[in-house]
């Protein structure tokens, strides 16, 4: 079945240091690769996303990169501050009519200051 | 511009009873999707809908249901509330019809089943 596979589940770094969080798809026919960001209350706030026709995309700090042939894609990012440290989720959506994310189960990163 | 509102922001009911979730969509987005948030199981997709159509059901038990109005604001109900279905429940809009635009999430409903 469809399946988004999310790593590492914890990832620690110290200030200005840079994280990489690194997500798996089952489905080849996804097309469509958003990241959210999930602070403690709220819901997931998209940070940057990358459709299956671009390789890499980045603004600012923040970069995704994407690979079809090994379906893979992560997200980087640099110069991290404290206020990056949240809940980072990766998600897939299927190439058909419908709006369907499947979510990678989630990283929690902490920027140590 | 207003982003995605959800009623009520919690809720605490009893086993067996029934509970009703809203969500306004951004100003113009057609495309609603619902999604259940725990612990365990993660982000789970509930269901998704457009122009007042469901289009697609994620694997949840028909106690879980919806229904989008003409203005493209939606509604999710829950009948026979189990412990189980204690969750955070997010709603999404996006512009759509396809499913390769970008969605934004509400704050959620935290719903407590005791």
């Known amino acids: 079945g469809e399946n988004v596979e999310q790593h590492p589940s914890t990832l620690s770094v110290q200030e200005g240091d840079s994280a990489v969080i690194k997500c798996t798809y089952s489905?080849?026919?996804?097309?469509?690769f958003p990241w959210y960001k999930q602070e403690l209350g709220k819901g997931p706030q998209l940070i940057i996303d990358?459709?299956?026709?671009?390789g890499e995309k980045k603004d600012q700090r923040i970069a995704v990169t994407l690979n079809k042939t090994a379906k893979h894609f992560s997200l980087h990012i640099t110069e991290t501050q404290p206020e990056d440290s949240a809940v980072y989720f990766c998600?897939?959506?299927?190439?058909?009519?419908?709006?369907?994310?499947?979510f990678g189960s989630g990283t929690r990163l902490l920027v140590r200051p | 511009k207003a982003g995605v509102t959800q009623t009520p922001r919690y809720l605490i009911k009893t086993r067996g009873q029934q509970v009703t979730l809203s969500c306004s969509p951004i100003?113009?987005?057609?495309?609603v999707s619902w999604y259940q948030q725990t612990p365990g199981q993660g982000l789970q997709f509930l269901f998704e809908y457009f122009s007042e159509t469901q289009r697609n059901k994620g694997n949840f038990p028909g106690r879980f249901s919806g229904r989008q109005f003409s203005n493209s604001r939606s509604e999710m109900n829950v009948s026979t509330l189990e412990l189980g279905d204690s969750a955070l429940y997010l709603c999404?809009?996006?512009?759509?019809?396809?499913?390769?635009?970008?969605?934004?999430f509400g704050q959620g409903t935290r719903l407590t089943v005791v």
């Open positions: 100003s113009g987005h057609r495309s």
């Open positions: 999404a809009s996006s512009l759509g019809p396809g499913g390769n635009t970008e969605a934004f």
């Open positions: 489905d080849s026919a996804s097309n469509y």
């Open positions: 990358i459709r299956s026709n671009v």
């Open positions: 998600a897939a959506s299927l190439m058909d009519s419908s709006y369907k994310l499947i």
